[in-house]
């Protein structure tokens, strides 16, 4: 009966002003016949912050969230799971900071001796800390960077080499602080579980194994820059990733012979696997990793005995082609020999080792579909996003960093810190549309507050590009596709050992920007 807007009168200090409540939610004023534009005293705004601050320190810090729990992003009911499907590295087999040091050695000096990169580079060390998994590298530009689920850059975290690059600069080479979505995701595979760099102009590193791969691209980029060598980012970029998964083989040999200095001992993975088996779930185990690489890191974790948990194992399956290819044959493994079978798989037996095939002839040979099956992998794309789907199955995520974001969101101080910024960019929305120096003044003072709180809060988690999981006030690329992908996730596959076999994970109910802030009074 109103119209497109609904008038409301509202009383606000000295002014008196009609409020639009527009379609969009946004709040809009027009002056009043007969009164002047909306003014308050810079004294009014700092006694208003002084209340905000007061209400603010009088306020409970919230609980501690669990370092150790589950977390829900669909509703899970583990009573319908009948199968558990389980990736290797980084699922199962988690990996000390010596992993990182390995490959970015084996990486640098490949570079070295294959591709001929200056003999200095061998003097360039890991940078541990430096990097964080999810960042995008734009091999055009030949920039490392941090997207939030929006596709907008996440300024002060841009970094060519070891270097920030200024945020004139970004916004100078970008033309904008939103990329183009043809610019980050293929448009050929709405999953992009395989990410071709010729097919888009940045890349995903998703993966934990990425995170060397990111310190030494950006050590090396350093180099050329400081010694004024000319080089091509993609140039870099492929030989940088070419000689890192060169070395992959090395590295599994590395490892068998010292897989304790390698693998983290996980004291209840063994309990957590005979909980499974003793309620008579069926367990298999999909990995790209080699057989010998898994057996000595799966002997080391649950003990000689441990394909006995394992109805099916498949080694160097190379997802995601496992999941989405519709036909290639299975082979049989022959422990003794070391060597491959030439017999046509018919049907899939306990205790045997299998390679390859697709994820098609796993589900036609056990029966084993939809919803009955969960299966858990640390990368949303090559692991989870096509079994969810296109196969309909259930999944869970493991994701090692939780443990470090959890530790940081639970210090007190950062609480405070959270709570304050809360508040104060509240306050800031309430007095922008103010007019009058004293409030813009004041308004610009709270601005820079709020500018360095955001920054304290960001290198909390990590000093160039804080963390995993949001940007300053929005979710990252790689919260986004792994909230799509995994209906659950937590730190360690061993969490699930908190609850029973029957529990059923409950998504939050999150408030929408158009529905109440809180609802309680």
């Known amino acids: 009966m109103f119209g497109k807007a609904t008038v409301v009168l509202l009383l606000s200090g000295a002014a008196r002003n009609t409020r639009y409540l527009c379609r969009n939610g946004a709040r809009k004023y027009t002056q009043q016949p007969g009164y002047s534009h909306r003014k308050i005293s810079r004294e009014t705004m700092r ?32 009573e319908e799971v009948q199968v558990y499907g389980f990736d290797y590295d ?9 992993m990182d040091y390995l490959l970015y050695n084996l990486g640098r000096d490949m570079l070295i001796e294959k591709y001929k990169y200056p003999e ?15 960042l995008h590298y734009d091999i055009e530009k030949g920039l490392l960077l941090k997207l939030d689920s929006f596709l907008q850059i996440q300024l002060g975290t841009v970094y060519r080499g070891l270097q920030r690059v200024p945020d004139e600069e970004v916004l100078r080479l970008y033309k904008n602080r939103i990329i183009p979505i043809a610019y980050v995701e293929a448009p ?17 590193l998703a993966d934990l194994f990425s995170v060397p791969e990111m310190g030494l691209l950006c050590n090396v980029a350093e180099y050329f820059v400081k010694n004024h060598i000319d080089y091509h ?28 200095d390698f693998l983290e001992k996980n004291k209840d993975m063994r309990k957590f ?26 002997k080391f974790l649950l003990g000689e005995d441990w394909k006995d948990y394992f109805d099916v194992v498949i080694v160097q399956a190379r997802k ?83 443990t470090h974001e959890i530790d940081n969101l639970n210090d007190p101080e950062f609480k405070k810190n959270a709570n304050w910024l809360q508040m104060l960019t509240a306050l800031i929305e309430d007095h922008q549309d103010y007019e009058g120096k004293e409030a813009k003044v004041q308004l610009n003072e709270w601005m820079r507050e709020r500018d360095n709180l955001r920054n ?38 061993t969490n699930l050992l908190n609850y029973s076999t029957t529990h059923t994970f409950y998504p939050r109910r999150g408030v929408m920007p158009h529905e109440y802030t809180n609802y309680f009074v």
């Open 456 to 493: 304290d809060i960001k290198r909390v988690f990590n000093q160039q590009f804080g963390s995993v999981f949001r940007t300053y006030h929005n979710p990252t690329y790689f919260s986004r596709r792994l909230f799509r992908f995994a209906d659950i996730y937590m730190s360690n596959i």
């Open 120 to 134: 200095e580079i061998g003097k360039l060390e890991y940078p541990e800390g430096f990097a964080v998994r999810g």
């Open 47 to 78: 006694q208003n912050y002084l209340n905000t601050k007061a209400k603010c320190e009088s306020k409970k810090l919230p609980l501690d969230v669990n370092a150790n729990g589950v977390f829900a992003c669909n509703e899970l009911d583990l």
């Open 320 to 402: 995601p082609r496992f999941f989405t290819d519709e036909t290639r044959p299975l082979r049989i493994y022959d422990e003794k020999k070391h060597t491959l079978l030439w017999d046509r798989v018919t049907k899939l037996e306990k205790g045997t080792i299998y390679l390859e095939g697709t994820v098609k002839q796993l589900q036609d040979m056990t029966g084993w579909r939809g919803h009955q099956v969960l299966y858990f992998g640390d990368h949303p794309y090559s692991d989870l996003a096509d079994v969810t789907l296109e196969h309909g199955w259930r999944t869970g995520a493991i994701i090692t960093e939780l």
């Open 90 to 98: 980084y699922t199962l087999a988690c990996y000390k900071p010596s």
């Open 188 to 204: 050929n595979k709405h999953t992009q579980t395989k990410q071709d760099p010729r097919s888009t102009k940045m890349v995903q």
């Open 233 to 260: 980012p993609e140039i870099l970029f492929r030989d940088v990733k070419n000689s890192v998964q060169s070395c992959h083989p090395i590295m599994h040999q590395t490892v068998v012979k010292n897989v304790g």
């Open 273 to 298: 696997f005979d909980r499974l088996k003793s309620i008579k779930k069926k367990m298999f185990l999909v990995t790209n990793s080699p057989f010998p690489f898994v057996n000595v890191g799966m």
